[in-house]
C-alpha cells in the first residue's frame, strides 16, 4: 500500500509564493512519475505538473509555465511544488499523484493515468 501526504497549503495574497510538499510511504518502485493536479469549485480536476522519478524530466500545464516549478527529492521520496507569483485563479485543493504504471517521455495529463492520489492540500489566494 502506498500512502501520498501533502502539505504546504494555506492562505496567501496574490503574487506571494508558496511550496507544496508531497511524501510517499509504503512500497514504492525505484521508478515512477509524480504529479500535481488542482481542482476548483464547481470545476473538474485539471494537471498542473508531472516529473519522472527517473531522469527528472517535468511537464507543465501552459497556465502555470514559469510560475511553477516541480521537483523531487529521491532519498525522501518526496516531490514539490513550487509556486511563485501566485493568482486568486491558483485557489484550489491541490492532489499530488503517482503512477505506477510503465511510462515513457510524455506526460500523462489525466486523473486515470495515475494509481494513487494524497488527499489535498486547500490553497487560496486573495487578491
Known amino acids: 500500500q502506498v500512502h501520498l501526504v501533502e502539505s504546504g497549503g494555506g492562505l496567501v495574497q496574490a503574487g506571494d509564493s508558496l511550496r507544496l510538499s508531497c511524501a510517499a510511504t509504503?512500497?514504492?518502485?525505484?521508478?515512477?512519475?509524480m504529479g500535481w493536479f488542482r481542482q476548483a469549485p464547481g470545476k473538474e480536476r485539471e494537471f498542473v505538473a508531472q516529473?519522472?522519478?527517473?531522469?527528472?524530466?517535468?511537464y507543465y500545464a501552459d497556465f502555470v509555465k514559469g510560475r511553477f516549478t516541480i521537483s523531487r527529492d529521491v532519498a525522501k521520496k518526496t516531490v514539490y511544488l513550487q509556486m511563485n507569483r501566485v493568482k486568486p485563479e491558483d485557489t484550489a485543493v491541490y492532489y499530488c499523484?503517482?503512477?505506477?504504471?510503465?511510462?515513457?517521455?510524455?506526460?500523462?495529463?489525466?486523473?486515470?493515468?495515475?494509481?494513487?492520489w494524497g488527499q489535498g492540500t486547500q490553497v487560496t489566494v486573495s487578491s
Open positions: 499523484a503517482v503512477r505506477y504504471r510503465p511510462y515513457s517521455s510524455t506526460s500523462y495529463r489525466g486523473g486515470g493515468d495515475f494509481d494513487y
Open positions: 516529473i519522472n522519478w527517473s531522469g527528472g524530466n517535468t
Open positions: 509504503g512500497r514504492t518502485p525505484s521508478t515512477y512519475v
